[in-house]
């Protein structure tokens, strides 16, 4: 039994992952790839809560997962910090500003157009930065030698040429096989260096739970007349079935919510510009979408309901295969098949740098000179990523202005 000390201690635990997580929520702009940058900065770099090699091997685990990546990887980041509690404290908190601002603006209006200013151009610019740190720093770590750097080439080759909503896992699985054919032998990981806070018991019950519900939840629709419950099985579907996360769920939702006429096209598109706009998870749309959609109870309490549901997966998930992880890494096998993937995961976070800088960001010479710039200060350390953000906010209107 815990000890009050210890309760204490585990209390304060949780309440430092929420406060570390939610000033990430209100800076973390860029998406998916970019949150692997900030993450690796604040929990690698300066708090040093896991290792790097650690921090390779769960964003790996995470992007073979479905669902948003950047969130599954900051729940499994706060679980291993702080138990159970620390993975719900770090979604709330990385999840909080952006669900809120989005439920408001749904509350106001459903007609907000900020795909086109000049400022959400800027944040674009600052991700670019961000994700550029980010493989650099983790191609020191992840790709050491020459088989490790050509499966990472290969990765980013692969999503170049065959873009999907399936390449990623196809990469991720091309990397474990090849990582357990080409990459030397790994050396052994020192005992409990990735220990799940979570049981084995646990974990196959959040197995079994996310089946069930998969399988339950429709069935249940149709048994049960009930609109919440609707709103809540589509967007539990959306969650546990996408992978790539990021812009890749917006072909989901909007077969889940715009098809059956519950949220209008525009409002969608709407919300989908204000969401590029937002720091923290893409996936966080949904409480606008919940919101504003015409089945359930609307308002905050349908914006709760999305949101709940479409990242119920990832806790299932993440919980139910995190026990398991270190046992599978001991064997000589797995530590190859680890580091394989790994390598593909840095290709994956590549292939993201190359989509950001080929996107509308880049109009011209004035804003690849700012990306330029941003980065380097990135890489530099000597700017905290806030700073950049704001300059490349500043900078981009500015640009736009001219």
């Not at 598109?269 to 609307?298: D, E, R, T």
């Not at 098949?337 to 960001?361: H, K, M, Y």
Request: charged fraction near 10%.
């Amino acid at each position: 039994m815990e000890s009050r000390a210890q309760a204490t201690q585990h209390a304060g635990m949780t309440w430092e992952v929420f406060l570390v997580s939610l000033r990430l929520g209100l800076t973390s702009f860029g998406g998916p790839a970019a949150h692997v940058g900030y993450f690796r900065r604040e929990y690698v770099e300066q708090r040093r809560w896991v290792t790097a090699d650690d921090f390779g091997e769960l964003t790996a685990i995470t992007h073979a997962l479905p669902g948003p990546a950047s969130s599954q990887l900051g729940i499994a980041i706060g679980t291993q910090r702080a138990g159970v509690t620390g993975g719900i404290a770090a979604w709330v908190g990385f999840t909080l500003p952006s669900a809120a601002i989005l439920t408001m603006l749904a509350l106001v209006t459903v007609d907000a157009d900020l795909a086109g200013s000049g400022w959400v151009r800027g944040l674009v610019i600052a991700a670019i930065a961000v994700v550029a740190q980010a493989v650099i720093a983790m191609a020191r770590t992840l790709t050491p030698d020459l088989p490790r750097g050509l499966l990472a080439i290969a990765a980013l080759v692969l999503v170049l040429a065959w873009p999907g909503t399936l390449t990623p896992l196809v990469v991720i699985g091309g990397g474990a096989l090849l990582g357990a054919w080409v990459v030397p032998v790994m050396p052994a990981s020192p005992a409990g260096r990735l220990r799940s806070p979570v049981s084995r018991r646990f974990a196959m019950g959040c197995l079994v739970l996310f089946a069930a519900l998969l399988v339950g939840l429709p069935l249940s629709v149709d048994i049960v007349d009930g609109g919440s419950l609707d709103l809540f099985d589509r967007m539990f579907r959306t969650g546990a079935l996408v992978f790539g996360g990021g812009h890749v769920v917006l072909p989901l939702l909007d077969t889940a919510v715009v098809e059956p006429g519950w949220v209008s096209e525009t409002s969608f598109m709407a919300g989908y510009g204000a969401a590029q706009a937002m720091p923290g998870p893409l996936f966080g749309i949904a409480a606008y979408l919940g919101a504003v959609a015409s089945v359930g109870p609307g308002g905050a309490a349908g914006a709760l309901i999305a949101l709940v549901g479409i990242f119920l997966p990832s806790f299932l998930l993440v919980w139910g295969v995190l026990p398991f992880w270190d046992t599978v890494r001991r064997s000589v096998l797995a530590r190859r098949v680890a580091a394989g993937i790994s390598a593909a995961v840095v290709g994956l976070l590549a292939a993201a740098l190359v989509d950001l800088v080929r996107g509308d960001a880049i109009t011209g010479p004035a804003d690849a000179i700012l990306a330029v710039v941003a980065t380097g200060l990135v890489v530099s350390g000597r700017v905290p990523p806030i700073g950049v953000v704001a300059l490349c906010a500043f900078g981009a209107e500015l640009i736009s202005r001219v």
